[in-house]
């Protein structure tokens, strides 16, 4: 598969990438803003996106560092391929806005052909029979003042989990989609993966900031065909600065 800034559907909110002079030119909107700069998942699905414009394929594992922040319009995204196989590419996105902002690596593979399966093994796979459905849950409102990006997501959380709770467990667990979002759009898992408030919020009373420095995805190469995800996330440790 050949993915090109033409043929990306536009969103209010998802990054648009544009070739310029052997590069890419990303456009980030004021409405992607979180508590500082960007919102990770976007700047993260960003890179991904263009990895996968520049070598034609599909990501299926990236990992990327958020060195600093990320504000509100143009940054430059280059792309170089340090390997390109018969069926795995790996390539580094970097992404700089006056200085390096973030990088990432992407492996990425080739689209999977009409009448090839994928293989998903059922051990392991969450039994959701004993959830409500996104529809008979009220969705999370009330953030969009602070952050600009609440405003494009519709969160219902479940099992009890919400953020600013004073709970004992930092998890968090809710139906996510993206709001307005097209489907022929890679970045959509990459940004709804990063869309809930960070889990420690579960035991807090009050907010803090808590960006996103580091984020590992590892994706099937067969996209969702459904608007929401199902996501669970928890903090396995914190201290009093990270």
Do not use: C, K, N
């Amino acid at each position: 598969m050949e993915t090109t800034s033409q043929h990306l559907s536009p969103s209010p909110i998802l990054p648009l990438l544009e070739p310029v002079d052997g590069g890419l030119l990303a456009t980030f909107a004021e409405s992607g803003r979180s508590w500082i700069g960007m919102h990770g998942g976007l700047v993260v699905a960003t890179l991904a996106e263009a990895a996968a414009q520049a070598t034609g394929r599909v990501p299926v594992a990236v990992t990327a560092h958020l060195h600093s922040a990320v504000d509100p319009g143009q940054a430059a995204v280059t792309v170089t391929t340090a390997s390109a196989g018969r069926t795995v590419t790996s390539a580094t996105a970097m992404l700089d806005q006056g200085r390096r902002r973030a990088t990432a690596s992407v492996v990425l593979v080739a689209d999977v052909e009409a009448g090839d399966e994928v293989t998903h093994w059922p051990a392991g796979r969450r039994d959701l029979s004993g959830l409500p459905s996104p529809d008979a849950v009220e969705r999370l409102a009330g953030f969009e003042d602070a952050v600009p990006f609440a405003g494009s997501v519709d969160i219902r959380p479940v099992a009890g989990s919400r953020p600013f709770g004073g709970g004992d467990r930092p998890v968090l667990t809710a139906w996510v989609r993206l709001l307005s979002a097209p489907a022929d759009r890679p970045a959509v898992p990459l940004v709804l993966l990063d869309a809930l408030a960070p889990s420690l919020y579960a035991v807090r009373t009050t907010p803090v900031p808590i960006p996103t420095v580091e984020y590992t995805v590892h994706l099937s190469p067969v996209r969702p065909t459904d608007e929401w995800f199902l996501i669970e996330q928890r903090t396995t440790w914190s201290t009093g600065s990270f």
